[in-house]
C-alpha cells in the first residue's frame, strides 16, 4: 500500500483540491483540503485563456503562484494528519489549463510541477494530457478509466457524469471498454453570468435560475452550435464556450430578463448532458455525478426529469464524495505512471493506442 495526494484546480478556478488517498487493492480517500483561488491568481489565469500582451511571462509567473499555493496547502494537509512529506510516494498534480485545442495538436496545463516538487519535498507526477495528445487523442477527458475503476463493480448500464466548468461523461457497461466525452458546458456559463449580472462567484443550488423561465429560442440557437452535434470522442473548453459566445447569440434575439437567461444555461447544461447520454448510451440505468454540480439542486432535479427511467443521484450514494473524485483521479494517476501502467482510454479520447500518461519530476 501507499500514499498518494491528488491536487486538482478545474476549469472553475474556484480553487485547489487536494486529496490524500490509500493505494492498495482498492483506493480510499483518507483526507482533504480546499484553498480558495485567491481572486488575482484567479484573474490572472483567466486571462490566460486567451491571447494577449506578453503571455509567456505572465503563464510563468502565475504558474509559479499556483504552485507555491499547491504546497501550502499539501504542507498543511499533512500537518493534519501527522505525515512526513516522505510518508507520500507522489503527488499526481493536474496543474491549470489555460488552453486546450487537440484539433490543433496541443493542449496546455501550467503549474510548474518542478517547483512543486521542490517547496513540497515530495515526487510529482503531471502533465497527463499532452501524452494521449501526442498520440492522436482529445486529452481529454482521463477521468474515465478510473471512474471505471471505481464504480463498474456496480454491475449496471451506468454512467458518470463530473460537472465542473464544462461536464463530461464515462459510460461503463460490461462487456464494453469504457465510453467518454465532454457534453459541453457545465458550470462555466452559469458561472459566468451570474458574475457578471450579481457579482456572485457562482449560483449557489441554481436558486437565481429557479426564478428565470427556459427561452426556446435562446436555447434552441445555443445548442445548434456544431459542438453538440457531434458525437464523441470530443472534447471542448474556453476556447469554444464563453462570455463572448453567449453575447454573441443574445445580439441576434429580443432581449431578455438576466433570470430567464441564467434558466435556459442551466436547460443547456442538462439538455446538452442527457440528450449525449440517450445518443451514445440508450437505457442507462443510473447516471452518477460528481463534481460542483452536484450541489446543484436545480441541475440535479432538471436531470432527474430528463432522465426517469434511471436512477439520478450523487456519488455519495456509492460512498464517493463528488467534491473529491477528480482530486482522486489524478493521485491514481500518478500511481499509474509509477507503476508504468496505461491510463487513457482509446476509445474515450481516440489516441492510437494506450499510453502511460504523465511526467515525473523527482523530489
Not at 71 to 83: D, F, K, N, T, V
Request: with cysteine; proline share 6%.
Amino acid at each position: 500500500m501507499a500514499l498518494y495526494i491528488g491536487v486538482m484546480s478545474g476549469t472553475s478556478l474556484d480553487g485547489l483540491d487536494i486529496a490524500l488517498v490509500e493505494q492498495g487493492e482498492q483506493l480510499q480517500l483518507l483526507a482533504t483540503h480546499y484553498l480558495p483561488m485567491p481572486d488575482d491568481l484567479r484573474q490572472a489565469l483567466l486571462s490566460l485563456c486567451s491571447s494577449g500582451p506578453d503571455e509567456i511571462a505572465r503563464a510563468a509567473l502565475a504558474e509559479n503562484r499556483w504552485a507555491t499555493l499547491a504546497g501550502e496547502g499539501i504542507a498543511q494537509l499533512l500537518a493534519r494528519q501527522g505525515l512526513r512529506p516522505e510518508d507520500i510516494r507522489a503527488i499526481g498534480s493536474h496543474g491549470q489549463t489555460i488552453r486546450h485545442e487537440p484539433a490543433r495538436g496541443f493542449t496546455v496545463q501550467i503549474g510548474n510541477p518542478a517547483l512543486l516538487a521542490e517547496v513540497t519535498g515530495i515526487r510529482v507526477v503531471a502533465d497527463f494530457r499532452r501524452r494521449d495528445v501526442a498520440a492522436g487523442g482529445q486529452g481529454a477527458p482521463l477521468v474515465p478509466a478510473f471512474h471505471e475503476t471505481l464504480f463498474s463493480h456496480i454491475g449496471q448500464r451506468l454512467a458518470i457524469l463530473n460537472v465542473g466548468g464544462f461536464s463530461n461523461l464515462s459510460l461503463i457497461a460490461q462487456g464494453t471498454p469504457v465510453h467518454g466525452f465532454d457534453c459541453g458546458p457545465g458550470n462555466v456559463l452559469l458561472d459566468a453570468w451570474v458574475e457578471r449580472k450579481r457579482g456572485q462567484a457562482y449560483d449557489a443550488d441554481g436558486a437565481w435560475a429557479a426564478t428565470g423561465k427556459v427561452q426556446p429560442a435562446l436555447l434552441g440557437t445555443l445548442l445548434a452550435d456544431p459542438f453538440f452535434a457531434g458525437s464523441g470522442p470530443k472534447s471542448t473548453g474556453r476556447e469554444v464556450f464563453n462570455l463572448p459566445w453567449l453575447d454573441s447569440h443574445l445580439a441576434t434575439l429580443p432581449a431578455y430578463r438576466d433570470e430567464d437567461v441564467q434558466a435556459t444555461l442551466l436547460e443547456l447544461s442538462a439538455r446538452s448532458i442527457i440528450d449525449s447520454l440517450n445518443n451514445a448510451q440508450p437505457g442507462t440505468h443510473a447516471l452518477l455525478v460528481c463534481g460542483g454540480g452536484a450541489r446543484n439542486g436545480a441541475l440535479m432535479a432538471r436531470l432527474a426529469q430528463l432522465l426517469p427511467q434511471a436512477k439520478v443521484a450523487s456519488t455519495a450514494a456509492y460512498g464517493i464524495d463528488p467534491d473529491w473524485v477528480e482530486a482522486m483521479a489524478f493521485a491514481w494517476l500518478a500511481h499509474c505512471c509509477l507503476e508504468g501502467v496505461a491510463a487513457n482510454r482509446p476509445s474515450v479520447t481516440a489516441a492510437r493506442g494506450l499510453r502511460i500518461l504523465g511526467a515525473i519530476y523527482p523530489a
